[in-house]
């Protein structure tokens, strides 16, 4: 396993991460192809044993149980708890990132997950309806009080992200140290401003959605999965620009086959170059695998070039 730190913080991170929205209860809640607990804890003790230790969760998987089932395996697996990395999330609530909602939802979040603190605290999406001061300070009170030891942010535009960073700057709060936002090689929309200011600021970027979900992962755009016969929302950020991106989904099955190796390990590697950090999220213990092996992979200029050259402009998802 490789590791590295996120932003400025010395918390030490695995550069794969587990994305936990794959685990919780599917009964009546909003995903039908979530993992119930046992099968839950079996993909994190296969994580574990990778070198895995660092898993991103929210509030809103599952209604809650999604941190449930990640500090209960955490505990039933006899792993200490400073030996993993908990991420988890804020806004998808009631009161969105106001001062009153952060306060209430942290405490909700470590009694789900089972802990006394929680090492990232990532605000989901931006909140129009709130000062941005007001965010910050409820956020920066967390970090003081000891319930986080860093704060990120997700998906949003590139100016907002700047402007939360300055507003912190400007009261002496603290900063972001991570950004969790939509890329991959299907949608990389991020590269005109979002990076560049994650770049700026020596944030970490744990990108979600890395194999879009699922298309760079198999030749074909239709999955049978229960995952991809019940997922409305994926077909929502991705079927409008199918033409286009089946061209990049094409280099990189020739890419793998030339290579002998998957069309996850390859995109994955490519995110792994531009120095992301992925949330993997998954329902099968061995896409874990391909994602630890993607470690390894390093691209040419050509193969990038190949797998880049068809992109276009793609309509915005994930910053609204």
Not at 53 to 58: K, Y
Not at 204 to 233: K, M, V
């Amino acid at each position: 396993m490789k590791f590295t730190t996120l932003g400025n913080t010395d918390i030490k991170v695995s550069r794969i991460c587990v994305g936990c929205m794959s685990f919780g209860d599917s009964e009546g809640r909003f995903h039908k192809w979530t993992l119930h607990y046992d099968e839950s804890r079996n993909m994190i003790e296969h994580a574990l044993s990778l070198g895995i230790n660092f898993f991103d969760t929210a509030n809103a998987y599952s209604e809650g149980t999604s941190e449930e089932y990640l500090g209960r395996a955490i505990k039933d697996l006899g792993v200490k708890r400073e030996d993993v990395v908990f991420a988890s999330k804020v806004f998808f609530n009631d009161g969105k990132l106001s001062k009153e909602a952060i306060a209430r939802e942290i405490d909700g979040t470590l009694k789900r997950l089972g802990t006394d603190y929680l090492d990232l605290y990532q605000i989901h999406r931006f909140d129009y309806d709130h000062p941005i001061e007001e965010t910050m300070e409820a956020l920066d009170a967390l970090v003081r009080s000891g319930k986080v030891r860093a704060i990120g942010a997700s998906a949003m535009y590139g100016y907002q992200f700047h402007n939360m960073q300055v507003a912190a700057e400007r009261n002496g709060f603290a900063k972001f140290s991570t950004m969790q936002n939509h890329y991959n090689l299907l949608y990389r929309e991020d590269e005109r401003e979002l990076i560049p200011i994650c770049e700026q600021y020596g944030v970490t970027r744990i990108p979600y959605s890395p194999l879009a979900g699922g298309h760079l992962s198999r030749p074909t755009w239709e999955s049978n999965s229960l995952r991809g016969r019940t997922d409305d929302f994926g077909r929502t950020k991705y079927d409008h620009a199918k033409e286009n991106d089946m061209q990049i989904i094409s280099a990189v099955k020739a890419i793998a086959d030339e290579r002998g190796v998957s069309m996850s390990q390859i995109a994955l590697a490519w995110l792994l170059e531009k120095g992301a950090n992925p949330i993997v999220g998954s329902t099968k213990p061995h896409h874990y695998d391909d994602a630890v092996k993607a470690l390894e992979i390093v691209l040419t200029e050509e193969e990038i070039g190949r797998m880049e050259g068809p992109y276009v402009p793609h309509t915005i998802v994930g910053a609204i």
